[in-house]
């Protein structure tokens, strides 16, 4: 054992023999000689006593020590190929270490004199304690990383001390070998031009040819440096594929092709628009390239001008803070629209869900898909909660009409009875699970199809037969009737149906006042040709005295954020009615581009969002468990209160407008 084992061991005892003896002389000298005696027989004793003592607990440490099988026994001859130290588990004090351990952790000259936290910082021992062989965590030492493993023993001793022996193996190469394989991992991404058809329309091969090097010099320059490879799949198509050691640079550069891409314009002035979706951790390439092609359609359901990295587990968002530019294809609407009629033909019976507390909108759009059913002569339902909407007054009109008097509205318990394996459902108004009428109903139904013009969402309904989403439209109201101008007759709609399109379209639009484009008003010509009165769909949405008076009150309470923005917060509950219509009224005041509406509604709060200028509500809801688009947008936020709500409402406006 070595010198400085036993110094911890066992504590210099010289001092008070020397006192002892002092006395005796002190005596002695005195002329006592019997006490003088007496004195030194008892100090010889004492030593004698200690001396053997001291000899035993010697042997004791000694046999601790041996009794630790095979790695201990060879590190106690300086053969252990690993530091090694032995350490008390009760108050972490260092009692032996071999060689290794002390030419790695430079306490070589007061070893003894030190506790395991001064050779190891933050080093603990509960693991060991709770009977692991393996510190649940790496340390790094001189520039090098170790596994430490280790033993825990009980000595012989009266208190029974725990000690541990604690081995660190050095995995310096094998975390080297490995974090280069991660950084080496691909990345497989799919760089698309969204607005390719628009910017080439109607120009001649030369200056298509001139465009074409315009955006490729872009992408080509955005890629330098990054060792990855470019190749072009099509004439707006790129595929790029580089290590996983330049994601972080791209992802802190902020993916400045999305800006890049608007200084190049077309002739006619229109700027372009890419989408980038990138696959990470795949466990081949293609599933890494099946992540990409997910991303590449996540951007495009957001709108687009963005990027989009699917990984294992989740998709993270880029950029998207430019509003939609409308990039819609009638031809897609057309084939929808055959796909949706023949999948209705082969089903024996109809069930179409909107979102909870269903508006206008969601109403609407859900009667123009009873329309195709009508056509197609299936048995069809509207799932919705009579008493929980924000569409009383439309409801009472349907419920008028013959076609609809029966039993077309039911409840989403009553539809998950009636469903068998030949039923549809189709979705309006959302593209997320958690928001639909009746969830229990989206996971019985096998069949599926979604119509939505809401941004996606990264918790969106899959899988889908039949997917009619486009974040560029204005309502989901404006592409069912789309889907009816391709599929039915004019006089296969009913006039009560054609109302009820034009108040969803009225709803998401503020009567044609925000998110319009030339469809949006095609469509409502076409409605209006069918029966829709606009002075009805006014009246639908006028409120009385009360509440009137009640939204004025929110209006009130307002406060105002950064110069721009409208915040108000109440601590009452109101309706979502009043709380979207707020919102939309605060935008009418000067200088205001951006409103929302907090309130609670039992234990969750409630928050209705609109916007007018560059903020992008949706992009700001999200971190919420929010949705919508750029100019709309809502969040439910369960247990939780308005104060809270509202500061992680403001950190994250503060977040978009930092970014």
Known sequence: ???????????????????????????????????????????????????????????????????????????????????????????????????????????????????????????????????????????????????????????????????????????????????????????????????????????????????????????????????????????????????????????????????????????????ASVSIGLGVDGASFEESYDFAALSIEMALSRGGDQAVIKDRFNFSFYGGRSKEADYRSKVRSRVTANSLMELIGQSDHVFIMGHRNADLDSVGAAMGICCLCRKKGKKFNIVLDMENNASQQLLKEILQVPEYAADVFISGQEALLVCDNKSILIVVDTNRPDQVEFKPLLEAISKVCVVDHHRRAADYINPVVVNLHEPYASSAAELVTELLQYAVETSDILPIEAKSLLAGICLDTKFFNVRTGERTFEAAAVLRRMGADPTEVKMLLQNDFQDTMAKYQIIKSARLYRQELAIAALNSATTRVLAAQAADELLNISGITASFVLYPDGDTVIISARSIGSANVQMILEPLGGGGNTATAGAQVKNSNVKDVLDRLVASIDKFYEE
């Open 1 to 271: 054992m070595n010198k400085k084992l036993g110094r911890l061991l066992h504590p210099g005892m010289g001092i008070f023999f020397l006192i002892m003896l002092g006395f005796c002389l002190a005596t002695l000298v005195l002329g006592d000689y019997l006490l003088a005696a007496v004195e030194g027989i008892v100090t010889l004793t004492m030593y004698l006593f200690y001396m053997m003592k001291r000899s035993h607990r010697h042997q004791q440490l000694q046999q601790y020590l041996q009794s630790i099988p095979g790695a201990i026994e060879s590190v106690s001859h300086g053969e252990s190929p690993f530091p090694t130290v032995a350490a008390r588990l009760g108050d972490g004090g260092i009692i032996w270490a071999n060689e290794a351990f002390i030419n790695l952790t430079g306490l070589s000259d007061s070893m003894a004199e030190h506790l395991l936290t001064d050779a190891l910082p933050n080093f603990t021992t509960d693991w060991l304690v709770d009977r692991k062989t393996e510190a649940p965590y790496d340390i790094t030492l001189d520039g090098r990383r170790f596994r430490v493993y280790g033993t825990s023993y009980r000595a012989d001793d009266p208190a029974g001390t725990m000690i541990g022996v604690f081995y660190l193996s050095d995995l310096t190469m094998l975390y080297q070998v490995r974090d280069e394989y991660v950084r080496s991992r691909p990345v497989v991404s799919i760089i698309l031009i969204d607005n390719y058809e628009e910017l080439t329309k109607n120009l001649s091969e030369s200056a298509i040819s001139n465009l074409n090097a315009k955006l490729g010099d872009a992408i080509t320059a955005w890629t330098d440096g990054q060792h990855g490879l470019l190749r072009k799949l099509d004439r707006s198509r790129f595929l790029y594929i580089f290590e996983k050691r330049d994601l972080d640079g791209v992802i802190a550069d902020k993916f400045s092709l999305l800006e890049d891409m608007h200084q190049i314009t077309s002739p006619s002035g229109l700027s």
